[in-house]
C-alpha cells in the first residue's frame, strides 16, 4: 500500500512517531481555535495510539519530510453503518503540517486513494468533519464529495474523547 511518485510516498506510521503526530495535533487545535474553526478541546491520544498498531495512520512524507498524517481504514461499521457492506476507504483526522498547508496536499491524498481505490475496486471514498463547519463542507465537496447525511457520536467509553457527542456530516466521493 506504498505509492512513491515524484518524492512522494505515502506509509504507515510507527509508534516512533506517535510524539510528533500527538505534538502537531495539540499545535493545530491551538491554531484552528484562533482561526475561529470549531475544533476539539482535546484529542484522545489512546486513538492515534491504536491507529498507529492497527496500522491505520498513514503519513505523507515528500523529500524525506513529514508533510501531513490521516487516518485510512477500509472499514467503519460505526458511523456509516448502514452502507458497511459497501467497499469503501475512509479517512479522518487529516493534519498537514504548517509549512505545508494551503499546498494542495489534499489533493495529493486524494489522487492516491482514487488510484488506490481502482486498483483494488473500490467504490467509495468517506470521510466525516464537524457538522457546524460549512467552509470545511464546501472545501471537500468542491473535490466532488457529496454531503450524505449527519451523524452524531454517542457518548460511550469506547468512543474516543473528541468525538463524544460529536454532530458530523458524512460525505462520499465516488469512484
Not at 491507529?51 to 477500509?74: E, G, R
Amino acid at each position: 500500500m506504498i505509492f512513491n511518485k515524484e518524492n512522494i510516498i505515502f506509509e504507515y506510521t510507527t509508534m516512533d512517531e506517535f510524539s510528533e503526530i500527538c505534538s502537531m495535533f495539540d499545535s493545530a487545535i491551538i491554531d484552528y481555535k484562533k482561526l475561529g474553526y470549531y475544533i476539539w478541546d482535546e484529542l484522545d491520544k489512546k486513538s492515534i495510539k491504536n491507529d498507529i498498531i492497527q496500522n491505520n495512520q498513514i503519513k505523507l512524507v515528500y523529500d524525506h519530510q513529514i508533510c501531513a498524517f490521516f487516518t485510512f481504514k477500509d472499514t467503519d461499521n460505526f458511523v456509516w453503518k448502514n452502507v458497511a457492506e459497501d467497499k469503501a476507504f475512509y479517512i479522518n483526522r487529516i493534519l498537514i503540517r504548517p509549512p505545508f498547508r494551503g499546498q494542495k496536499l489534499f489533493t495529493v491524498i486524494l489522487n492516491w486513494l482514487i488510484k488506490l481505490a481502482v486498483s483494488e475496486e473500490v467504490e467509495f471514498i468517506r470521510l466525516d468533519t464537524w457538522a457546524n463547519n460549512a467552509k470545511t463542507i464546501k472545501y471537500y465537496e468542491s473535490f466532488g464529495f457529496t454531503h450524505i447525511k449527519n451523524f452524531t457520536f454517542p457518548n460511550m467509553p469506547e468512543i474516543a474523547i473528541q468525538d463524544r457527542n460529536l454532530e458530523v456530516a458524512l460525505l462520499q466521493y465516488n469512484i
